[in-house]
């Protein structure tokens, strides 16, 4: 794989977190892949994909990590968080409960991670308007209390989920080369 042209500078990982069904494996299949699969079954065990980004010139990779169905029995293992420098926590903004338990997922994060992980809350699904259960500004708000970055995604109509994630990468980016350089 390697050739002269230089080394991989940067690889950080990426979780992403939140209820079964919310949408995190097609937010992940449209971000890296781009594909979208409507009748997508969780499979069990953890899988990850690694993307590569360019940033001030330099090459970074991210390699994000999806539960793969662990949630669905509250098993998301403490191995799953370990190492990570951003997190994607998602809801689905036609199911409130999904929203609801975003305090949770939070607690879960904060219990495995330090303040310093990237944090971006994410609604998914908003190409579901006839059906929204939660608002917009109520994402915002919340996200705004808890020192969130915030969007709404559709992974079915790829609506921001290149920037959903180029956004926390860029963060992580950020947060590293401040302490390094
Ligand atoms: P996960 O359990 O959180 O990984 O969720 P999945 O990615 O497996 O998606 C659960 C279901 O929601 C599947 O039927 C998907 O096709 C559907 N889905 C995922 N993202 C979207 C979206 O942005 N819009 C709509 N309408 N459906 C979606």
Known sequence: MSDDEGVEEYLFKIVII?????????????????EFNAHSK????????????????????AQIWDTAGQERFRAVTSAYYRGAFGALLVYDISRRATFDNVARWLDELNSHSDTTVARMLVGNKCDLE?????????????????????????????????????MV?????????????
């Open 130 to 166: 006839n059906v929204r259960e939660v608002t917009l500004e109520e994402g915002k708000s919340l996200a705004e209390a808890e020192g969130l970055f915030f969007l709404e995604t559709s992974a079915l109509d790829s609506t921001n989920v290149r920037t959903a994630f180029e």
């Open 42 to 61: 969780a499979t069990i065990g953890v899988e990850f994909q690694t993307q590569s980004v360019e940033i001030d010139g330099k090459e970074i990779k």
């Open 18 to 34: 939140g209820d079964s069904a919310v949408g995190k494996s097609n937010l992940l299949s449209r971000y890296a892949r781009n």
């Open 169 to 181: 990468i860029r963060e992580i980016y950020n947060n590293v080369s401040r302490k390094v350089l």
